[in-house]
């Protein structure tokens, strides 16, 4: 598994569509969910997402955004507009709140109306946290990309009434968002996370799918140099270089942020389970690490998460 893949398996959306076809100017739909990520797109029209902190992002016709929680945004006509805010949640589900879970019914854009599509994301575990870590408040991608089969998709499937449409519509929204972090990440001139650039590197990049795809296996840099095919220096190095930190010390990070996870999913799971399904045969080293890593041992972590719950 790559490490794009990994980080995003916690990343789904479910029921949080909100569509429109007839936002008419002026207009003001305020997003106050909160939630951890929230895509935004056009199918036709256009119209500004002012998020509460950061600099306004005009969005036109197949144009997408994506809005990093949990501080809310207004999405609205023009930048003066004289509409005054309507709040739009979980349950901004009446058309003259300006969407609806469901848009059943779909008519082309008349002069002046735009089409908005909005998915929430509800971002769940320290896994999917660590995408989230290497994203801005907001982003934008144009038109033009991959995305657009996708806004068409969704643009076809809105328009009918049939069972499964939003099942259908969430995994269309899923794909929409990873074509848009794909195309973000990478933009000419931009800054992706390290890991996302490794994983294009022959070396470094089959050392993360490994780790990522056997994290518990018994790694060592010769073990994991010897399945790529070079020599430890040259892994090493390499590695290094590119990802920010050494093999191991990587590996290491990254079972603990697994292990953060099944402390709070499993509840029941005793410390010694977490610690061999992360690949430690001693609790007591693992605890050791996972105090290392995320500053507290395991039992108080899962204590604390319990109570946030």
């Excluded at 509409?83 to 009446?94: L, R, S």
């Excluded at 191991?248 to 990070?253: F, G, I, N, P």
């Excluded at 999913?265 to 609790?283: H, K, N």
Aim: aromatic share 8%; net charge negative; proline share 7%.
């Amino acid at each position: 598994m790559d490490v794009f893949a990994d980080l995003f398996r916690g990343v789904r959306a479910h029921g949080s569509l909100f569509g429109s076809s007839s936002l008419s100017a002026p207009w003001a739909l305020r997003f106050v969910d909160g939630a951890p990520l929230t895509l935004c797109t056009v199918t036709g029209g256009e119209g500004w997402i002012v998020p509460e902190d950061g600099p306004p992002e005009r969005l036109r016709a197949y144009e997408t955004v994506v809005v990093r929680g949990p501080r809310s945004f207004t999405f609205v006509d023009a930048l003066d507009t004289r509409a005054e805010p309507v709040e739009c949640g979980e349950f901004c589900a009446t058309p003259e709140l300006g969407g609806t879970r469901h848009r059943l019914g779909w008519s082309d854009v008349g002069p002046g109306e735009t089409t908005l599509i909005v998915g929430a994301y509800p971002v769940r575990g320290e896994i999917s946290r660590r995408l989230l870590d290497a994203l801005p408040v907001v982003l934008r991608v144009e038109a033009g990309g991959t995305g657009d089969a996708v806004v068409d998709h969704l643009a076809a499937e809105v328009a009918v009434d049939a069972p499964g449409q939003q099942l259908v519509l969430d995994r269309l929204l899923d794909w929409m968002l990873v074509c848009t972090l794909r195309e973000w990440f990478d933009r000419p001139g931009g800054e992706p996370p390290a890991w996302w650039s490794a994983q294009r590197d022959p070396v470094a990049g089959d050392a993360l799918r490994l780790l990522h795809a056997e994290p518990a296996a018994p790694w060592t840099v010769a073990s994991l140099a010897d399945r790529i095919g070079v020599s430890r220096s040259t892994l090493a190095k390499r590695f290094t270089d590119l990802v920010g930190e050494p093999p191991l010390t990587y590996l290491t990070r990254w079972r603990m942020t697994l292990a953060a996870d099944r402390l709070v999913d499993q509840q029941s799971t005793s410390i010694a389970d977490v610690a061999r399904a992360v690949g430690y045969s001693d609790p007591f080293g693992f605890s050791a690490a996972f105090k290392r890593i995320r500053g507290v041992n395991p039992s108080e972590y899962r204590r604390t998460a319990a109570r946030a719950v």
